[in-house]
T-cell receptor, first 114, second 117 residues
Framework: GDSVTQMEGPVTLSEEAFLTINCTYT??????LFWYVQYPGEGLQLLLK?????DKGSNKGFEATYRKETTSFHLEKGSVQVSDSAVYFC?????????????FGTGTRLQVTL | GAVVSQHPSRVICKSGTSVKIECRSL??????MFWYRQFPKQSLMLMAT?????????EQGVEKDKFLINHASLTLSTLTVTSAHPEDSSFYIC?????????????FGPGTRLTVL
């Protein structure tokens, strides 16, 4: 079945550092890929997405490129801020027509310090 | 657009009582809603998928009689935790999907924290 593997956290960075959170996937079809962010005590918010190979999703300074050849969707940000501290989830959905299930990675906690 | 609300945001109840959590899509018609459970510092576990007007499809290991899901309209789904016990304490999150927003993207509610004493 489909699966998503994320790097284990927590990731602790100083403000303005470069961020990479690795995400790889296995899927039988051509999934859409997502990054969600969860702030403490809140639900998930969509951060960015990509629906086909070589697409780059971007939002709020975060970027991720859909790499079919390496089955990866790594999240990057050039300069993190304290306000970016949260848990980040990589996910995929199988585009087989109607609204389909999301398969989540285990989440990576990011802690940004001054 | 694509706002999903949940009510209540927090609930504390006594063991043995039932608790109902509402999930509403505010600006689109949610043909499909999903219910997740999240344990502390863990990922989301899909509990069930519900399509409007149909019975919910439960994931393996989720008790249908304990977690009752109703999706009677295109904007409302409810999760009722029946005879709640302390081990049911968790963070419950719903999500919704439907046209014309997107058929394969889910929009998440803010979650409901359930504490069973």
């Amino acid at each position: 079945g489909d699966s998503v593997t994320q790097m284990e956290g927590p990731v602790t960075l100083s403000e303005e550092a470069f961020l990479t959170i690795n995400c790889t996937y296995t899927a039988t079809g051509y999934p859409s890929l997502f990054w969600y962010v969860q702030y403490p005590g809140e639900g998930l918010q969509l951060l960015l997405k990509a629906t086909k190979a070589d697409d780059k999703g971007s939002n709020k300074g975060f970027e991720a490129t859909y790499r079919k050849e390496t089955t990866s969707f790594h999240l990057e940000k050039g300069s993190v801020q304290v306000s970016d501290s949260a848990v980040y989830f990589c996910a995929l959905s199988d585009p087989t027509g109607t609204a389909s299930k999301l398969t989540f990675g285990t989440g990576t906690r990011l802690q940004v310090t001054l | 657009g694509a706002v999903v609300s949940q009510h209540p945001s927090r609930v504390i109840c006594k063991s043995g009582t039932s608790v109902k959590i509402e999930c509403r899509s505010l600006d689109f018609q949610a043909t499909t809603m999903f219910w997740y459970r999240q344990f502390p510092k863990q990922s989301l576990m899909l509990m069930a998928t519900s399509n409007e007007g149909s019975k919910a499809t439960y994931e393996q290991g989720v008790e249908k009689d304990k977690f009752l899901i109703n999706h009677a309209s295109l904007t409302l789904s409810t999760l009722t935790v029946t005879s709640a016990h302390p081990e049911d304490s968790s963070f419950y999150i719903c999500s919704a999907s439907g046209l014309p927003i997107s058929y394969n993207e889910q929009f998440f509610g803010p979650g409901t924290r359930l504490t069973v004493l």
